[in-house]
């Protein structure tokens, strides 16, 4: 009888043991910078799943005893596996997730998510606040794209309604634009590396001739207009080009690509990377040159950069990142409509040069007091000189007839500092999460216009500078800024994202404009001058709010609106065009922008983002055609008036073989489609006969789709663009006239093939761009590099090897 009893007991115990449920309770957070990572993928067993709230945090109520498999998949971060053991008691663990670019020693689970190479912001990532705004970014990686000529039309594909300037096939400048903004050198968006300004002026002169080798980008991040509270004040919001960050496990890894190509193309590229003990570094040399697919276009182009990081402890962190470029480039000019219709090839200058030097110094300081406060400080310095030199009458036609060159050249320095500091906080058992900080930044920039030489060389210099420098204008600029932003999350679905920007702005111009009088035989008879200066003194707050919604476990719908301001500039209102006029009264712009979408969330084979957006501009800056007293057709550039932009803007993209067959990770076929259609009006004008017109820069539909398949390491890429058309002024113009700088940019679309290969540490890359030979042009250019039409390149084929020791 007794040992019944124990018996009994005995097996009651081992049940007991065996079949009692305890908690697991995980926080998961960020490798790089300790940041909860909310709404990860938590699978236990590969049969029970749940999501981490906004605070990191996930939870499993009832687990047997024994050893059990976790596996964490998040879209931003790589996926983890782990194993744990429940042993008799409730278990809590941490458990950090590396960034897609780091090294890792974790485990990778091998249903692994596919690589679109497109990706939006988490809610909180690297000291900025993301919630309930419109972003993307891409990861240059994974795409098949011709990554040597930096094409934008390719790599920015994702990217929904975006308007993209095409004129020089050497990838030297970017000119995008969006929703209305002029493309010209991205100049409406506030472009960034590694978090610093990299334009020329960020208040007097906003436009960037510096754009990073996207073969050394590790990603680039974009937030549309409602950024300008963290960011800047501009409609088109933020561009950032993060670059490549150092290998971790190796103390030297090599990476050499060399590529060629259509019209002489040839790019040279090599990069050096590695860790040694606290110190890690990557640095990147290209050199870049190409004959051009018009005679007159020839470039050669070198870029240097490297970035040098100290781990000063396990909380604190500096790093230092220098960048230099360079390149001078030959410019064929621009054509009349005529000229165009009969040869795009053709050019008529010969004496255009146009000749860039960038320098940029950023110092980054990185310190974390605790797990839920951190500090951010970056500070940045630019000095920069860009000159363009030609024969540029408002004919175009006009046969160079080997006179004075038009001399134009204008040097930058400027500096800043930005500080940021993120807190996390609970209200009512709720998380919070605050960003608040300043940015001082110091411009100034000289610019300079007169008569060069009469030879064909790059020759830089004035003509007797005492006499026939027409314009010397200094534009010393400030700007003091400050910014807080906060998401509070309602519940684990619901979050509200408020914030607000102080912004006190002071432009100034001092110097002197004039004009010189020929007779007929070209003699000098008169020249004048006026002295001049002037200021202009402004501060003004903005405010935005943002909503994040996640009804379901795979679905977020947002919504933002955000105020957005752009100064006008010195600098555009006194340089000498001949063909353009600029209004001295012009006045800032001012308006607001509205986001309202829906897309996918945390998804692994599909992604999608759908939205409306309606942008309105008060005092918009534009141009319109006008005749002078002498009969002829001059540009005025002025307040055009109140421009409403309204539209939707949808991407989606699906791995359809996975999506049936997950199970075969060999064979991968991504279809994507990406189309914007929008309706622009100018509500209220001064001018006559521009209301109810089509706002400049809009095309009603805007087009891009494709298709990439990959069998193991072989990937192929085909896409499709297709733009209606759209004006280049707001009088709508359609016929160019003599100068050809204004009037209608007709409807085209581009075919483009890509291909690659991964062998082991070899990789090679080739590509056909425009493959259909299409004959178009993007842009009707108003200075330099034309004035006039700027044909696109023709079909062109590309061949890269690279090679990773």
């Known amino acids: 009888?007794?040992?019944?009893?124990?018996?009994?007991?005995?097996?009651?115990?081992?049940?007991?043991?065996?079949?009692?449920?305890?908690?697991?309770?995980?926080?998961?957070?960020?490798?790089?910078?300790?940041?909860?990572?909310?709404?990860?993928?938590?699978?236990?067993?590969?049969?029970?799943?749940?999501?981490?709230?906004?605070?990191?945090?996930?939870?499993?109520?009832?687990?047997?005893?024994?050893?059990?498999?976790?596996?964490?998949?998040?879209?931003?971060?790589?996926?983890?596996?782990?194993?744990?053991?429940?042993?008799?008691?409730?278990?809590?663990?941490?458990?950090?997730?590396?960034?897609?670019?780091?090294?890792?020693?974790?485990?990778?689970?091998?249903?692994?998510?596919?690589?679109?190479?497109?990706?939006?912001?988490?809610?909180?990532?690297?000291?900025?606040?993301?919630?309930?705004?419109?972003?993307?970014?891409?990861?240059?990686?994974?795409?098949?794209?011709?990554?040597?000529?930096?094409?934008?039309r390719q790599i920015y594909s994702r990217v929904a309604g975006l308007n993209i300037w095409e004129n020089e096939g050497g990838g030297l400048q970017l000119s995008i634009g969006g929703r209305g903004l002029d493309p010209n050198r991205t100049s409406n968006f506030n472009v960034r590396q590694n978090g610093h300004d990299i334009s020329a002026d960020a208040l007097g002169y906003p436009e960037s001739y510096y754009t990073p080798p996207v073969e050394a980008v590790g990603r680039i991040q974009i937030v549309r207009g409602a950024a300008s509270l963290q960011y800047g004040t501009q409609f088109g919001g933020l561009i950032n080009f993060i670059m490549r960050k150092p290998v971790l496990d190796k103390k030297l890894e090599v990476v050499a690509r060399q590529t060629v190509g259509s019209f002489g193309f040839y790019n040279a590229f090599t990069s050096a990377s590695g860790t040694v003990g606290k110190l890690s570094y990557y640095t990147f040399f290209q050199y870049k040159k190409a004959d051009g697919w018009r005679a007159n276009s020839h470039f050669n182009s070198y870029t240097f950069y490297s970035d040098i990081d100290y781990k000063i402890s396990e909380k604190t962190s500096v790093g230092l990142d220098v960048t230099h470029m360079d390149y001078l480039a030959k410019q064929p000019g621009g054509l009349s409509d005529a000229m165009f219709a009969q040869d795009q090839r053709q050019t008529n200058r010969e004496r255009n040069w146009f000749d860039v030097n960038w320098n940029m110094l950023a110092v980054h300081f990185d310190h974390k007091f605790n797990?839920?406060?951190?500090?951010?400080?970056?500070?940045?310095?630019?000095?920069?000189?860009?000159?363009?030199?030609g024969f540029r009458p408002n004919r175009v036609a006009t046969i160079d007839d080997n006179s004075d060159r038009d001399l134009i050249k204008g040097e930058f320095e400027n500096w800043g500092t930005e500080t940021r500091y993120l807190k996390r906080y609970s209200i009512a058992k709720k998380q919070s999460i605050l960003l608040v900080g300043g940015r001082y930044y110091h411009g100034f920039n000289h610019s300079l216009q007169g008569l060069g030489s009469t030879g064909k060389d790059a020759n830089f210099n004035f003509v007797e500078p005492e006499r026939f420098i027409t314009y010397d204008y200094s534009f010393p600029n400030r700007n003091v800024s400050l910014f807080a932003e906060n998401i509070f999350y309602l519940n684990d679905n619901l979050s509200v994202t408020p914030g607000i920007r102080y912004e006190y702005i002071s432009t100034k111009a001092d110097g002197y404009y004039g004009s010189i009088m020929r007779d007929l035989a070209g003699n000098v008879i008169n020249i004048t001058r006026t002295d001049e200066v002037r200021v202009n003194n402004r501060q003004f707050v903005l405010a935005g709010i943002g909503i994040s919604f996640k009804p379901f476990e795979q679905t977020e719908m947002y919504g933002n609106i955000s105020q957005n301001y752009r100064s006008i500039t010195f600098s555009d209102m006194r340089i000498s065009n001949p063909s353009s006029v600029i209004d001295p009264d012009m006045k800032d712009e001012k308006g607001y922008s509205i986001d309202l979408g829906i897309r996918s969330h945390q998804t692994s084979f599909y992604n999608y983002d759908v939205s409306l957006f309606y942008l309105n501009y008060n005092n918009r800056i534009g141009e319109i055609q006008f005749y002078d007293e002498s009969n002829r057709i001059l540009r005025l550039r002025t307040n055009v008036g109140q421009a409403v932009i309204m539209g939707i803007e949808s991407y989606a993209e699906a791995d359809f073989f996975r999506l049936f067959k997950p199970e075969n990770q060999d064979i991968s076929t991504v279809l994507f489609g990406n189309l914007a259609l929008i309706k622009s009006e100018y509500r209220e004008s001064k001018m006559v006969g521009v209301k109810g017109n089509e706002v400049e820069f809009v095309p009603k539909v805007n087009l891009k789709t494709g298709l990439k398949v990959g069998y193991k390491k072989l990937k192929g890429s085909f896409q499709f663009t297709y733009l209606t058309d759209q004006f280049s002024d707001a009088t709508n113009a359609r016929d160019g006239g003599i100068s050809s700088v204004i009037g209608l940019i007709p409807a085209y679309k581009i075919m483009d093939l890509s291909f690659s290969y991964d062998f082991k540490k070899i990789k090679l890359e080739t590509s056909i761009n425009n493959v259909a030979n299409e004959m178009y042009f993007t842009r009707r250019a108003t200075g330099y590099p034309g004035p006039g039409i700027l044909p696109s390149d023709g079909r062109s084929f590309y061949f890269t090897l690279q090679v990773k020791i």
């Open 371 to 389: 797990e839920t406060n951190q500090f951010n400080l970056r500070l940045f310095g630019l000095s920069a000189h860009r000159y363009s030199l």
């Open 1 to 152: 009888m007794k040992l019944k009893v124990f018996s009994t007991v005995i097996i009651c115990f081992f049940a007991t043991y065996t079949f009692a449920q305890y908690r697991l309770k995980g926080i998961i957070k960020s490798k790089n910078d300790s940041a909860l990572v909310a709404a990860s993928a938590v699978y236990l067993d590969g049969n029970q799943k749940t999501l981490s709230n906004p605070e990191g945090i996930f939870i499993f109520p009832s687990i047997a005893n024994g050893e059990h498999t976790l596996q964490i998949i998040s879209p931003d971060f790589r996926p983890v596996k782990r194993t744990i053991v429940i042993a008799g008691k409730n278990e809590e663990i941490v458990i950090y997730l590396s960034s897609r670019d780091e090294t890792l020693n974790e485990v990778v689970v091998s249903d692994k998510k596919t690589d679109f190479g497109f990706s939006r912001l988490r809610g909180v990532e690297n000291m900025g606040i993301y919630e309930g705004k419109k972003s993307e970014v891409i990861t240059p990686d994974q795409l098949v794209a011709n990554l040597s000529t930096n094409n934008a």
